[in-house]
C-alpha cells in the first residue's frame, strides 16, 4: 500500500516487507529505481517538481527517517515504521550473499567505496562485490576521475544485479533516473551517506539514539557541518502542521 505525503507517494512497508520487495524486483529482471525519501527532501520537493516527480515515478519509496513517519501519521495516513537507507542496504548486502546476487557500490569520497567494499567482503565472504567506485566523478571526466558515460559503462560492464549509490540526496537518485535503463542493474537504490559509516569512517549514533529516533542528533553531534541540513527540520514540522491543518 503506498501512502500520499505532501505530494510524495510513500510506501507503507516493513523492513522485512521493503526487502522482500526488492528481493522480487531482482528476480524480475527489470530495472527498478527505490528511494529513501527524509524529511530534508520531502520539504525541498515543495519547491522542486521535478524531484517530486522523480520521486512519484519510483518503484519503491520508503520513509527513511522519523519526520517521515510522523508527518504520514499527522496526515491520518500512518505507515509501519521508517525504513532507513543503511539498515535496508546492509540486509540487502546480507541476502545479496545468500542469493549470490553482484553488487556495485557507487558513492563517496575517493577510496570510501573500496573500503567499505572491502569490510563487506570480510562480513560475508561469499559476497559478489562486482565493482565500487568513488561519487566524485563528473559529466565531462577529468585526469583523476572518469566521466559520468565512464562509470555509467563501469555499472553496465559489471553485470551487477544491485546498485547501490552513496552520493547524497537528491543526486544519487537524479543520477538513477537519469540511467536507469542504461544500467543494466535490477535495482538501483540510493543510501547516502551509508558507504562513510560501513566503511568506519563515520560512527553510526548509539543503539539507544537509534531507538529513541534521534539518530540525526547524534551526526549533528558528530558532524556539526550538518546543522544547515538539520535546521530545515522546523520548516518541515511547520509545514506538515499547516497542510494537515488546511485539509481539515
Known sequence: ?????????????????????????????????????????????????????????????????????????????????RVTGI????????????????????????????????????????????????????????SSSHSEVEVIEMIRSSHSQLLFAGMGAPRQDQFIARNLNHLHVHVAMGVGGSFDVVAGRVARAPAWMQRMRVEWLGRLLKEPCRIKRVLVLPKFVWLVIRHSLSNR
Open 1 to 81: 500500500m503506498r501512502v500520499k505525503i505532501l505530494g510524495a507517494w510513500v510506501d507503507a512497508l516493513k523492513m522485512e516487507e521493503a526487502e522482500e520487495q526488492i528481493a522480487g524486483f531482482v528476480r524480475s529482471g527489470r530495472p527498478h529505481q527505490v528511494v529513501t525519501l527524509n524529511p530534508e527532501i520531502l520539504y525541498r520537493v515543495q519547491q522542486e517538481p521535478e524531484l517530486l516527480d522523480l520521486i512519484n515515478h519510483a518503484h519503491l519509496v520508503t520513509a527513511d527517517g522519523t519526520g517521515v513517519v510522523w508527518a504520514c501519521r499527522v496526515a491520518g495516513q500512518p505507515i509501519p515504521e
Open 87 to 142: 539498515d535496508l542496504m546492509l540486509r540487502l548486502v546480507a541476502r545479496s550473499a545468500k542469493e549470490g546476487w553482484r553488487i556495485f557500490l557507487l558513492g563517496g569520497e575517493p577510496g570510501v567505496a573500496q573500503e567499505a567494499s572491502r569490510r563487506l567482503q570480510q562480513r560475508y565472504p561469499r559476497l559478489l562485490i562486482a565493482g565500487a567506485y568513488h561519487g566524485y566523478f563528473s559529466n565531462t571526466g577529468n
